[in-house]
């Protein structure tokens, strides 16, 4: 069980995020490092959702509140632009798929460089709307049965620590004029430095994952104050 835990929702998908990262350096690891490495990703998507699929049951199942149709609407998001990206590698594939007798798109190739931009986005959102069950389960599996206060601080000062070190690497990458379809100048220079280049785009990751965690958990205890005081109002009215 702890194993089937480990493996299904830490390792995979920390070797799912490492490859993302990878194929973001294009400029470094040249052409055919980076489709070896998308093709991998995808193969261990593919797994991924194959490991997941009681979920796409589900959506049919049960009523849908705010909350849910919103997290069914960010998943959809991350879906689209999953396709999106992975209809544009094959088509512009000069190694892994080269022999498809598929005619290359300089418009397609652009549209890949950006989606792939705003996958690291969306991947981050995704991370964020199930980083409360990830941080649950692996404290029950630590041998934490409850989150203590020091606990409670230290994952604050994280939170914090991640949000602040991700706008900066926001601005340091550009990722803005990235995301905005805008064309830039400004490439990592890589016969420099290369860690930094990484742990940057790491940063960036973790900047919606943080700030999706955060808002959802406001929403959360927002619910269940708004219901607590519909409950006493009812029983005020009852015994009145």
């Not at 995020?17 to 193969?43: C, I, K, M, Q, R």
């Not at 064309?183 to 860690?195: E, N, Q």
Request: proline share 3%.
């Amino acid at each position: 069980m702890v194993q089937s835990f480990l493996l299904q929702r830490v390792m995979l998908p920390s070797l799912m995020l490492a490859l993302l990262l990878l194929s973001l350096a294009y400029w470094w690891l040249d052409n055919v490092p980076h489709e070896v490495f998308g093709t991998g990703l995808f193969a261990l998507l593919c797994w991924h959702i194959y490991a997941n699929r009681t979920w796409f049951k589900n959506l049919t199942r049960g009523k849908y509140d705010a909350m849910r149709a919103v997290r069914v609407f960010l998943h959809a998001g991350l879906m689209a632009n999953m396709l999106v990206l992975l209809v544009t590698s094959v088509v512009i594939s000069k190694s892994v798929f080269a022999g498809l007798p598929i005619p290359d798109s300089v418009y397609l190739r652009e549209i890949h460089w950006f989606a792939s931009y705003w996958v690291i986005i969306v991947t981050g959102i995704h991370v964020g709307l199930h980083w409360e069950r990830l941080r649950t389960s692996l404290l029950n599996h630590l041998g934490f049965r409850q989150t203590t206060p020091a606990l409670r601080f230290v994952f604050l000062a994280m939170g914090a620590a991640f949000a602040l070190q991700g706008l900066a690497s926001f601005e340091t990458l550009g990722v803005w004029t990235k995301l905005t379809f805008n064309y830039s100048l400004d490439f990592w220079d890589f016969t420099a430095s290369v860690t930094p280049f990484f742990g940057h785009w790491l940063a960036v990751f973790m900047l919606p994952a943080t700030i999706t965690h955060m808002l959802m958990a406001i929403w959360r205890r927002s619910g269940r104050r708004t219901s607590t005081s519909v409950r006493g109002a009812s029983v005020d009215q009852e015994t009145s």
